[in-house]
């Protein structure tokens, strides 16, 4: 780790109210001082008491940049572990610069992304499961995504993760005492206690495992896909959700020939709405592109939204897309209903067994029904949130797979009536991937890459 002095503005560069420049390291008070004129000229932030906030000036030689608050945070009792000072200056972006260039010139350099937050990991403020909660709180797109981040945050992770590791070694470390002296302890009767023990470490890590589809909803949204055909008014039903006329839409059939994704917020829950071509056998080259692709996207999507058109019947276009959606979950919506119908809701029903709706697109009607239940399938229904922790992470989930997988060969081996010392390598590499997820046991290079992904001043 760099011990230098670091700073970076750490609110977002644009007119606002107020921009704070952050400033970490050995040097953060010394560098602030040769920058900030207090008020009272004689006061020195270099002996000033730890979490006091003072106000004055910032200036460059005898010239003042900015009026500002000054909060001073001494070591260790810091986000990063170091002195830090943070300078709350006014908004604008040129003011903004200004202040930072000052502070660059007085010793600090720029933070690299992340940086910030790498040093309280690494000065061990917090685990590697807390830092990537800091960025996910940052990105979080719904009240679900921030209050599961806040757990996470909290500890929720490092807890079950830290109470996991804490009982494999202990076991591990009986069964290599027991290889190294068997002369005075004996761990034959051991294996029946590890073998239930395994069981249960295997319980908790599927526990956790079991949240990472609902933790992945909650996180990145419901990918959402609007099938049907040419001209059932896919696009006009993406238009009337978002509200703006976001697609093109006309009277001639294939218009829409490639997927259009917009975001749609129902309640606190994130809809990826894709518009995709309508599906039928066609000999444009362009067209069938796009409907290869609509099949793709309906494969790979968390509901499908099925809008059929009622003032015409049903064809084989029709037929194939019933069959791609018996298996999904998916949504009828019989759209047009302002004209005459000649598809009734029980006909739709009774060849594809979901959940049928009536709209008009055109005119905005059954729509707040299709939220509705959209919203009561995911809360009451696929998506039980509550205070439990979600693994919303791959790399986390990767790790929890791979311990999984160590204590199930652990597990093959005790029932193989193996040899003791089998057991120890096997139980070795689930601790060690568990140590991925609170950072113990990662390398330089997987630490730079994940920090990486953060903004410049956190």
Do not use: W
């Not at 010394?30 to 000229?41: G, I, L, S, T, Y």
């Not at 029903?349 to 697109?361: P, Y």
């Not at 509550?386 to 790399?395: A, F, G, K, P």
């Amino acid at each position: 780790m760099n011990t230098d002095t670091i700073a970076a503005i750490a609110t977002a560069v644009n007119n606002s109210g107020i921009s704070i420049i952050r400033i970490s390291g050995p040097d953060a008070i010394m560098v602030a001082d040769k920058v900030f004129k207090a008020k009272n000229e004689n006061k020195k932030l270099a002996s000033v008491p730890s979490h006091t906030i003072h106000y004055g000036y910032i200036k460059s030689h005898e010239l003042t940049i900015d009026e500002v608050l000054v909060m001073v945070m001494k070591a260790p009792n810091s986000y990063t572990k170091e002195d830090i000072v943070e300078i709350n200056c006014h908004g604008g972006i040129i003011v903004t610069k200004k202040v930072l260039e000052e502070v660059i010139k007085s010793g600090a350099r720029i933070a690299e992304p992340g940086e910030f937050t790498k040093r309280a990991f690494l000065n061990g403020r917090i685990d590697l499961s807390q830092a990537e909660a800091v960025s996910d709180i940052i990105n979080a797109k719904n009240n679900y995504a921030l209050k599961n981040s806040l757990n996470q945050l909290k500890g929720t992770v490092y807890k079950k993760i830290k109470e996991l590791r804490k009982n494999i070694l202990h076991d591990l470390a009986y069964l290599e005492a027991g290889l190294d002296d068997p002369e005075h302890i004996d761990i034959g009767g051991f294996r029946n206690e590890l073998l239930n023990n395994i069981i249960n470490y295997k319980k908790d890590i599927k526990k956790l495992l079991d949240t990472v589809n609902n933790g992945r909803l909650i996180k990145e949204g419901i990918k959402t896909v609007i099938l049907g055909k040419p001209n059932a008014g896919k696009s006009s039903l993406l238009n009337a959700l978002i509200g703006a006329e976001r697609a093109i839409v006309t009277d001639i059939p294939g218009t829409t020939r490639d997927t259009l994704e917009e975001t749609l917020m129902i309640g606190d829950l994130c809809l990826n709405i894709v518009d995709t071509a309508g599906i039928r056998n066609t000999t444009d080259v362009v067209e069938s592109m796009g409907v290869k692709r609509a099949r793709l996207m309906s494969e790979e999507s968390d509901l499908i939204l099925y809008v059929v058109d009622a003032s015409e019947p049903l064809d084989e276009n029709d037929e194939e897309i019933i069959n791609m959606i018996k298996s999904r979950n998916a949504v009828i919506l019989l759209n047009k209903s302002d004209l005459e119908q000649v598809i009734t809701v029980e006909e739709i029903k009774e060849k594809a067994d979901k959940k049928v709706l009536l709209i008009s697109a055109r005119e905005k009607e059954g729509l707040e029904e299709l939220e509705e239940y959209i919203k009561d399938i995911y809360f009451k229904g696929m998506l039980e949130y509550n205070d439990e922790v979600y693994i919303t992470n791959l790399r986390q989930e990767e790790a929890l797979r791979m311990s999984l997988e160590s204590l199930e060969m652990v597990q093959k081996t005790i029932e193989d009536d193996m040899p003791e010392d089998l057991y120890a390598v096997d139980m070795m590499s689930s601790y060690e991937a568990l140590g991925k997820i609170t950072g113990e046991q990662v390398d330089e290079d997987l630490i730079n890459t994940i920090f990486r992904e953060f903004c410049m001043g956190k």
